[in-house]
């Protein structure tokens, strides 16, 4: 058995899992570790026919882990280890049956992640909604949580510093350890004192809010009901906010990054700008323009622009 850090998080040789084959590989897991883990699976574990791994909550004291780690290794299911900040595992499918396959390939082996903390938080903070309660993953839900705990009751201070940061912020913020948590933010200034950095200091202001009926009154929402799906927090952001609002929400939610990346919601698509020509592009066209020369005649060479006769 190995034990170290496989590049990227993914453990060697893993596949997914069918739904049919998690419940008999977690119950052999259970009655070796003498641990409840089918009742602390995160994200969307069990909720589609094939899962490509399983994360699972586990209430565990941090001087107690490396003797948790011990107890996985000698797991004769578990046939390698690395630790990061959470345990990751390669583990043997039980009753694996290679009729049943997906869109990825499968291997009779699945990565098995042992996450410390509290296992009722982490539940609610990984939910992912089944494919039947929403066309997007988790990941969706959570990002939309984020962007309306930036705007939803935001006081930003008038004076800015050069950035354009207000010098003191006080919001919401949602948090993978510490839960819904209202902060004060303020930029992190530099040691030399002069100016700041591109840190925030985030001060947590009162108690965090961990339960999702508490969230949801919080951010000014019906029930935990709506923290479901980026679906059904959308349809309460626009029945609970006022227009301005939900502009905020939708139009940073849809020009961030990561939202971008995994592919916009048709829904607020037209939100972000088609791409402006840049100036590249308009001196290429002039000079188009000027040769006489159309777009398949011109090439870009890598110390400039070349014309092909």
Known sequence: MTNKLFEGGSMPGVGPIHIDEINPTLDALEKALGIDL????????????????????????????????????????????????????????????????????????????????????????????????????????????????????RQDSEEQIED????????????????????????????????????????????PIKDANGIAKALGLDSAADLNSYESLKAANEKNYDAESVDKVLNSFAKNRQVQDIGIPNDIADRVPAPTESLADKQLNRIRQLSGVGTSHTVMASNGIRMNK
């Open 38 to 153: 089918k009742n602390n699976v995160l994200g969307s574990v069990g909720k589609k026919e094939f899962s490509g791994d399983i994360d699972v909550a586990i209430q565990v004291a941090p001087d107690a882990i490396p003797e948790l780690v011990k107890k996985i290794e000698a797991t004769p299911l578990v046939l390698d280890i690395a630790k990061s900040s959470v345990i990751m595992t390669k583990v043997k499918i039980v009753n694996y049956d290679q009729s049943k396959q997906g869109t990825k390939p499968r291997t009779g082996f699945v990565q098995v992640d042992f996450m410390p903390g509290d296992p009722g938080w982490m539940k609610t903070y990984y939910h992912s909604p089944s494919d039947k309660e929403s066309k997007y993953k988790g990941v969706f839900r959570n990002l939309m949580l984020a962007t309306m705990c930036a705007v939803y009751q």
């Open 164 to 207: 354009g940061r207000p010098v003191e912020s006080e919001r919401w913020m949602w948090s993978p350890t510490d839960g819904l948590v209202r902060i004060k933010r303020t930029p992190v200034p530099k040691k030399n004192g002069e100016g700041y950095t591109k840190k925030n200091n985030n001060e947590i202001l009162g108690t």
